[in-house]
């Protein structure tokens, strides 16, 4: 019997702290991922993170996923030799999604080469709790996480899920220490 391909998702919110690489699987990360963690890529969602990596000089190794109309960034970062251009892979243009953490799920799930067939997500506490804590907010110039939001993600996440389970895809959200939720 052949073992499922996981991946965790680690967002931003404060119930990352918790995450644990178990089942054992291929680790993501947002934005600039969690320190201390090794990610085989983050997915970048937002034009400013690439501005601060630019803004900042700030070297980044990780391998990044992102938007193609931030490709302009990504050269300019290239050119700086702040990130390596074997380094960069570009989203689908068919994912339109309103975050990092959704645009992550949907690429994972659909997309991605390794055709992963259950999915952890960590520090999505807006998902959980309904509350946006972020410790992007900290790290990246302008970041502005909206409470205002909440809904439009609830909602997005609720139909992704269901198609997930539609297709077999297992995902599991979870909210602390003790408490994880078998969403698809």
């Known amino acids: 019997m052949s073992q499922k391909r996981v991946a ?40 400013r993170v690439m501005r601060h990596i630019l803004t900042h000089t700030m070297r980044f190794d990780t391998p990044i996923i992102l938007r193609e109309k931030y490709t302009s960034d990504a050269k300019r970062a290239i050119s700086l030799k702040l990130v390596k251009e074997a380094n960069l892979t570009y989203l689908p243009g068919k994912i339109r999604t309103r975050n990092s953490g959704h645009d992550g799920m949907v690429f994972l799930l659909k997309y991605a080469p390794e055709k992963y067939e259950e999915l952890h997500l960590w520090g999505f506490d807006s998902l959980t709790t309904g509350m946006v804590d972020s410790d992007s907010k900290g790290k990246i110039d302008g970041s502005n996480p909206r409470q205002t939001m909440v809904p439009r993600w609830i909602s997005f996440f609720s139909s992704w899920t269901l198609k997930m389970k539609e297709k077999g895809k297992i995902i599991i959200l979870h909210h602390n220490s003790t408490k994880a939720e078998r969403v698809a």
């Open 8 to 47: 965790h998702l680690i967002g931003n919110g404060p119930s990352k702290e918790f995450f644990e690489n178990n089942p054992k699987g291929e680790v993501y990360g947002c934005n600039f991922g969690t320190e201390g963690i090794d990610h085989k890529a983050v997915f970048i969602h937002d034009r």
